[in-house]
Protein backbone atom coordinates (compact mmCIF):
# COMPACT_ATOMS: atom_id res chain seq x y z
CA UNK A 1 0.00 0.00 0.00
CA UNK A 2 2.46 2.61 0.74
CA UNK A 3 4.78 1.71 -2.39
CA UNK A 4 1.56 2.35 -4.10
CA UNK A 5 0.80 5.70 -2.52
CA UNK A 6 4.33 7.19 -2.61
CA UNK A 7 3.94 6.46 -6.35
CA UNK A 8 4.30 9.23 -8.94
CA UNK A 9 1.46 8.01 -11.11
CA UNK A 10 -1.96 8.75 -9.73
CA UNK A 11 -3.53 5.86 -10.54
CA UNK A 12 -0.94 4.28 -7.57
CA UNK A 13 -2.71 6.67 -4.77
CA UNK A 14 -6.17 5.56 -5.83
CA UNK A 15 -4.85 2.10 -5.74
CA UNK A 16 -3.72 2.91 -2.03
CA UNK A 17 -7.24 4.39 -1.14
CA UNK A 18 -8.26 1.29 -2.74
CA UNK A 19 -6.98 -1.24 -0.74
CA UNK A 20 -6.46 0.56 2.88
CA UNK A 21 -10.52 0.92 2.09
CA UNK A 22 -10.59 -2.83 2.12
CA UNK A 23 -12.31 -1.99 -1.88
CA UNK A 24 -11.46 -5.37 -3.50
CA UNK A 25 -13.97 -8.07 -4.33
CA UNK A 26 -12.50 -11.75 -2.93
CA UNK A 27 -11.63 -12.75 -6.01
CA UNK A 28 -9.63 -10.05 -7.28
CA UNK A 29 -5.39 -10.08 -7.06
CA UNK A 30 -2.87 -7.54 -7.42
CA UNK A 31 -0.30 -9.19 -8.26
CA UNK A 32 3.49 -7.48 -7.20
CA UNK A 33 6.82 -7.70 -8.32
CA UNK A 34 9.70 -8.08 -5.81
CA UNK A 35 13.42 -7.44 -7.59
CA UNK A 36 16.60 -7.39 -5.06
CA UNK A 37 14.32 -7.76 -2.04
CA UNK A 38 12.54 -3.95 -3.55
CA UNK A 39 8.65 -4.06 -4.61
CA UNK A 40 9.46 -2.81 -8.12
CA UNK A 41 5.91 -2.94 -9.47
CA UNK A 42 2.35 -4.21 -9.60
CA UNK A 43 -0.98 -4.65 -11.20
CA UNK A 44 -4.57 -5.54 -10.29
CA UNK A 45 -7.02 -8.18 -11.57
CA UNK A 46 -10.97 -6.35 -10.95
CA UNK A 47 -13.79 -7.12 -11.92
CA UNK A 48 -15.05 -4.95 -14.59
CA UNK A 49 -15.71 -1.35 -13.39
CA UNK A 50 -14.27 1.43 -15.89
CA UNK A 51 -17.05 0.40 -18.95
CA UNK A 52 -20.65 1.39 -18.00
CA UNK A 53 -21.65 -1.99 -19.79
CA UNK A 54 -19.52 -4.95 -19.28
CA UNK A 55 -17.74 -6.20 -22.22
CA UNK A 56 -18.15 -9.79 -21.04
CA UNK A 57 -17.98 -12.02 -18.44
CA UNK A 58 -14.01 -11.40 -17.30
CA UNK A 59 -12.06 -9.41 -14.93
CA UNK A 60 -10.00 -7.11 -15.99
CA UNK A 61 -5.82 -6.15 -15.48
CA UNK A 62 -5.09 -2.48 -14.77
CA UNK A 63 -2.77 -0.50 -12.86
CA UNK A 64 0.31 -2.32 -14.52
CA UNK A 65 3.18 -0.32 -13.18
CA UNK A 66 6.90 -0.71 -13.14
CA UNK A 67 9.30 1.45 -10.95
CA UNK A 68 11.42 3.65 -13.20
CA UNK A 69 14.18 2.07 -10.82
CA UNK A 70 13.44 -1.52 -12.77
CA UNK A 71 12.23 -0.93 -16.17
CA UNK A 72 13.59 -2.92 -18.89
CA UNK A 73 13.25 -6.05 -16.75
CA UNK A 74 10.25 -7.24 -18.62
CA UNK A 75 8.55 -6.51 -14.87
CA UNK A 76 4.80 -5.67 -16.48
CA UNK A 77 5.09 -8.91 -18.67
CA UNK A 78 5.40 -10.76 -15.66
CA UNK A 79 2.59 -8.78 -13.69
CA UNK A 80 0.93 -9.20 -16.86
CA UNK A 81 1.15 -13.25 -17.08
CA UNK A 82 0.56 -13.60 -13.03
CA UNK A 83 -2.43 -11.91 -13.48
CA UNK A 84 -3.66 -13.87 -16.49
CA UNK A 85 -2.52 -17.37 -14.51
CA UNK A 86 -4.86 -15.94 -11.54
CA UNK A 87 -7.58 -15.59 -14.07
CA UNK A 88 -7.07 -18.80 -15.89
CA UNK A 89 -7.67 -20.41 -12.19
CA UNK A 90 -11.02 -19.01 -11.42
CA UNK A 91 -12.16 -20.17 -14.51
CA UNK A 92 -12.33 -17.64 -17.12
CA UNK A 93 -11.26 -17.85 -20.65
CA UNK A 94 -10.77 -14.34 -21.36
CA UNK A 95 -9.07 -10.94 -19.29
CA UNK A 96 -9.94 -7.31 -20.13
CA UNK A 97 -7.42 -4.42 -20.46
CA UNK A 98 -8.66 -0.58 -20.83
CA UNK A 99 -5.89 1.87 -21.63
CA UNK A 100 -4.75 4.75 -24.25
CA UNK A 101 -1.64 3.31 -24.60
CA UNK A 102 -0.84 2.49 -28.76
CA UNK A 103 1.09 -0.52 -29.71
CA UNK A 104 1.85 -1.13 -25.77
CA UNK A 105 -0.47 -4.13 -24.77
CA UNK A 106 -0.40 -5.93 -28.17
CA UNK A 107 3.06 -7.44 -27.67
CA UNK A 108 1.83 -9.09 -24.58
CA UNK A 109 -1.04 -11.09 -26.31
CA UNK A 110 -4.29 -8.48 -26.70
CA UNK A 111 -5.88 -7.48 -29.43
CA UNK A 112 -7.99 -4.15 -29.58
CA UNK A 113 -11.73 -4.57 -29.81
CA UNK A 114 -12.37 -0.76 -29.98
CA UNK A 115 -12.54 2.16 -28.45
CA UNK A 116 -15.36 3.03 -25.65
CA UNK A 117 -16.23 5.43 -23.50
CA UNK A 118 -15.45 5.37 -19.79
CA UNK A 119 -17.49 5.51 -16.69
CA UNK A 120 -15.19 8.81 -16.52
CA UNK A 121 -16.57 10.25 -19.65
CA UNK A 122 -13.02 9.63 -21.24
CA UNK A 123 -12.50 6.93 -24.24
CA UNK A 124 -9.63 4.28 -23.94
CA UNK A 125 -8.93 0.92 -26.02
CA UNK A 126 -10.65 -2.04 -24.74
CA UNK A 127 -8.13 -5.00 -25.46
CA UNK A 128 -8.71 -8.52 -24.94
CA UNK A 129 -6.30 -11.76 -24.61
CA UNK A 130 -7.62 -15.45 -24.89
CA UNK A 131 -6.48 -17.24 -21.67
Not at 40 to 64: H, K, M, R, W, Y
Not at 90 to 112: N, P, R
Amino acid sequence: MAFAEMCFWRAGRYLAKKMRENGFEPNERGPAALCDENLAGFCTLTNPDELPLQSGPGLFIGFVFAAEAYRGRRLSEWLIDAACKAARMQGFSTVYLMSGEIGLYEKYGFQKMGEYETIYHTTDQLFSRAL
